[in-house]
């Protein structure tokens, strides 16, 4: 079934790339784990709204359990005024959906981000951003979904960026029992189209 779902949304990926302007791929690895994801802007789907949607994947294959995680989510976007340095921040939703050998449901996470570039430094940037649902807004076999991370990206060319960063992905089950879907250091590229 897992199998299935990657690939549906693989060929929703390709559709949306195909008209695509300014959106980006962002690829990474982590020790146990693998994440995809593609986003661009909302305007795409909802005139004179600035924001951002994206899609993505985490999977952990070589694990006892095979978990998969997919999600899609909107931000609303836009600076957040600090007066010093470029600073972009958003605020949105995220619809999780959490799939393991016996388990499966998801969530509808509330969360944000923020990027940060100095003036006369913009190659380098730092992101933090956080995503959390509590009990009332989990689904299935769920009670609780939490995605932290940060990452400080280098700018290599225009359209093409390498990061190192830290990542969190926790669940918990109805049981009680926490499940990491995703905890570590992590090393990745995001290339604009």
Do not use: W
Not at 112 to 136: D, K, T
Not at 148 to 175: F, H, P
């Amino acid at each position: 079934m897992h199998k299935r779902l990657v690939g549906t949304m693989a060929l929703a990926l390709c559709a949306v790339a195909g008209g695509a302007r300014a959106e980006i791929v962002d690829v990474s690895i982590g020790d146990n784990s693998f994440r995809g994801a593609f986003y661009g802007p909302l305007s795409r789907f909802a005139s004179d709204t600035n924001g951002q949607y994206d899609v993505g994947v985490i999977v952990r294959p070589k694990r006892e359990d095979d978990l998969f995680v997919a999600h899609v989510g909107a931000l609303v976007t836009g600076d957040a005024g600090a007066r010093d340095f470029n600073l972009a921040a958003g605020l949105g939703l995220r619809g999780v959906y959490i799939g393991r050998d016996h388990d499966s449901g998801g969530a509808l996470a509330l969360g944000g981000q923020a990027e940060a570039r100095y003036p006369g430094y913009e190659r380098i940037g730092l992101s933090v951003y956080g995503y959390f649902a509590p009990e009332v807004i989990c689904f299935g076999e769920f009670d609780r979904y939490y995605e932290i991370g940060t990452a400080v990206d280098y700018q290599v060319l225009k359209n093409a960026s390498v990061y190192a960063g830290y990542r969190n992905v926790n669940v918990r089950l109805e049981t009680g029992r926490d499940i990491t879907a995703d905890n570590g250091l992590h090393v990745g590229m995001r290339l604009s189209f």
